[in-house]
């Protein structure tokens, strides 16, 4: 029987743009797929409501669908905990493993990996968000030991409109905080259109750039047990 890599990705409701890219990602290889299970999930805010979105209950009911397809691996690719705090998406990745026995990773402590493995102490942040919520991610990340020395946001909060925001504006916010000279750039949304111009941009201003997106996929490769440098041309991300 042929062995395959099943990757079991959770996606927010109002998500249009991490399914195409995840699943372009691994379309190159014949044995790797991604498959999706939603929780609802539309605003990004401080409110309660938003806050609400992200209960363990929701995320829990949706991973037990993806371990029906016998997965892999099962990865939020969403990056609520970047300012909820990293420790809600430990809590989820050890509630989801105890209750299907799948392996579990997240996009946002996928990317506190790779800054780690890039040796990263600053870093720019490119992110569709409100201020309120830019302001937590960049503390969370301060307790955590890294600077946000540069940041840009869209100040939108409606999840959907993140995916109409173009590659254009989101390479503009990328050129602006790479001139201050971050170790590292992120991308932090998987609502939003980088990851196919960020091993461009990082090959041309010699600073990686961890998309969320494509940081999941990393992740759900290496808690399936594949090597996710099987992945060629999405940039330093699969090769750390």
């Not at 372009?24 to 805010?45: C, K, P, Q, W």
């Not at 105890?98 to 996009?107: C, E, F, L, Q």
Request: hydrophobic share 40%; aromatic share 8%; glycine share 8%.
């Amino acid at each position: 029987m042929d062995q395959r890599t099943l990757i079991g990705v959770l996606t927010p409701s109002s998500n249009t743009v991490l399914e195409p890219l995840t699943s372009a990602m691994v379309s190159g290889l014949d044995n790797v797929s991604a498959h999706f299970g939603r929780f609802r999930v539309t605003e990004i805010s401080t409110s309660d409501m938003s806050n609400a979105q992200f209960n363990l209950d929701s995320q829990l009911a949706a991973a037990d669908l993806l371990a029906d397809a016998k997965v892999g691996s099962i990865v939020w690719s969403g990056t609520s905990a970047s300012w909820l705090g990293f420790e809600k998406d430990e809590q989820m990745c050890a509630a989801i493993t105890a209750r299907t026995g799948v392996p579990a990773g997240t996009a946002v402590l996928a990317t506190n990996e790779l800054f780690k493995r890039s040796g990263a102490r600053t870093f720019g942040l490119v992110s569709p968000y409100v201020p309120e919520i830019q302001d937590k991610i960049v503390a969370n990340y301060a307790s955590a030991g890294l600077t946000c020395v540069s940041e840009r946001h869209l100040n939108e909060t409606r999840n959907f409109d993140f995916s109409l925001f173009s590659e254009e504006v989101i390479e503009k916010m990328i050129r602006e905080v790479a001139a201050d000279g971050p170790d590292a750039i992120t991308i932090m949304c998987t609502n939003m259109r980088g990851a196919r111009i960020a091993p461009r941009l990082e090959a041309e201003l010699g600073i990686p750039i961890f998309d969320s997106t494509a940081a999941a996929v990393w992740t759900g490769m290496r808690r399936a047990g594949d090597n996710p440098e099987r992945i060629k041309g999405w940039g330093r991300t699969f090769i750390l």
